[in-house]
């Protein structure tokens, strides 16, 4: 299962591992709608429909009812340059289906509340501008005059 490389044993203690999988789930917002009851999540590519449904379930303990999987090929390019074509790396991404009572919502990142505090925080910088403004206006036929240096 697990491809990367660990120490070789050597005696004495402790001997300190750590056996870290491969595999790795990431919750993907989706591009077109989908029912309230599937999510879906881009994996690594190793992943098969049976481990995405063990792993949500053992470790996150969600109950899954249906697992599927496609692989989004990655974008080409041709160098206009120098001609040589480059491609990105594919995606597999798991539509997972959640029984009919369990609806999933993205979070909302921005609540009402940030968007509040933006608008407070630009109101502040629009004063700050305008006071600034203000000072330069009046010192602006003193020129040469340090700008600590006011009546």
């Known amino acids: 299962m697990s491809t990367r490389w660990y120490p070789i044993y050597q005696r004495g203690n402790p001997q300190l591992r750590v056996f870290l999988p491969n595999f790795w789930l990431k919750l993907v917002r989706p591009e077109h709608e989908q029912p309230a009851n599937v999510v879906q999540f881009a994996c690594s590519m190793?992943?098969?429909?049976?481990?995405v449904k063990s792993y949500l379930q053992k470790i996150y303990k969600i109950p899954v009812i249906n697992v599927r999987t496609r692989i989004a090929l990655g974008n080409t390019k041709r160098d206009m340059v120098l001609g040589y074509i480059t491609k990105?790396?594919?995606?597999?991404?798991?539509?997972?289906?959640?029984?009919?009572?369990?609806?999933?919502?993205f979070p909302d990142m921005f609540p009402t509340d940030a968007k509040q505090k933006i608008e407070d925080d630009k109101k502040s910088l629009?004063?700050?501008?305008?006071?600034?403004?203000?000072?330069?206006?009046?010192?602006?036929?003193r020129a040469g005059t340090p700008g600590w240096f006011s009546i």
Request: glycine share 0%; proline share 2%.
């Open 46 to 51: 190793e992943m098969t429909r049976h481990d």
């Open 88 to 105: 990105d790396e594919d995606t597999k991404y798991a539509y997972v289906t959640l029984p009919n009572d369990m609806k999933f919502e």
């Open 126 to 141: 629009d004063d700050a501008k305008k006071n600034h403004k203000k000072f330069l206006d009046k010192n602006k036929d």
